[in-house]
């Protein structure tokens, strides 16, 4: 289990190291990455989007009912609220749900090219496929979750503001105080430095295990399976650490 272990994080990387070499043809690779851009970032904000409004006004609901008192400040809610989405839900939540989508969609299709010999063929024809395949979609998907970063944020916080708005769960100028309330620009910042590190993740452990696929179909979905999962625990791990480093 050790070796197998160690064997697979040496192969890894090996695989960066081809990765993060010189593209050899600088419009051919911006050309990928404006693809990849639309592919992995343009085509996932949509669920942000939805998943952080619904988000928003729930935390305002479930605060409510089981965390607010007659003892506490009913700007107390919209203050939980923001402190949620901003260090947790806005990055963290939002990079496991990313690697559902994204991180299986991207390795399923590199691990489809590996199958159907596409990659041996770029190898054969002296193209470095691992720079010329997976650095566009690392950079493309590094510079996009940031932005779902900020979506999220306003999403989660416009969710907040319609239940309140159709509803008698909160007056509306006592969750604008509260999301007013104590901010830390430090807070928003921490978010976007833990995105760049999962959206990192996601690509290159995406890309790792369907550049490795050996085999046919099946092989594939099981390498779809296995990037997302490991994908989603290394988040949650790297979560802890950074947590603790930038909040401590």
């Known amino acids: ?14 695989l960066m190291y081809r990765v993060f070499s010189r593209p050899q043809r600088s419009h051919i690779f911006w050309h990928q990455y404006l693809k990849e851009f639309y592919s992995l970032g343009y085509s996932s904000l949509g669920i942000v989007i939805l998943m952080s409004l619904f988000i928003g006004a729930l935390l305002c609901v479930q605060i409510k009912l089981n965390v607010w008192s007659p003892w506490m ?3 107390t809610i919209g203050y939980a609220m923001r402190e949620v989405m901003l260090l947790e839900f806005a990055s963290s939540i939002i990079c496991i749900i990313l690697a559902g989508k994204v991180g299986s969609n991207i390795a399923s299709e590199i691990g489809t090219m590996r199958v159907t010999q596409q990659i041996d063929a770029l190898d054969v024809m002296g193209v470095n496929s691992a720079n010329y395949i997976i650095l566009p979609k690392i950079l493309a998907l590094v510079s996009a979750v940031p932005l779902f970063v900020t979506f999220s944020i306003a999403s989660g916080i416009g969710g907040a503001y319609l239940v309140c708005s159709f509803s008698d769960l ?10 007013q309330h104590s901010y830390e620009g430090w807070h928003l910042w921490t978010g976007y430095i833990k995105s760049f590190f999962f959206a990192f993740i996601i690509a290159s452990v995406s890309s790792y295990f369907g550049y490795m696929v050996t085999g046919g179909s099946i092989e594939v979905g099981r390498a779809s399976t296995n990037a997302v999962v490991v994908s989603s625990v290394l988040i949650l791990f790297s979560d802890l650490l950074l947590t603790n480093l930038l909040m401590g």
């Open 170 to 179: 909160l007056p509306l100028e006592d969750l604008t105080i509260g999301l």
């Open 73 to 75: 400040p009913r700007f």
């Open 1 to 14: 289990m050790l070796h197998k272990l160690l064997h697979s994080i040496g192969d890894y990387l090996l």
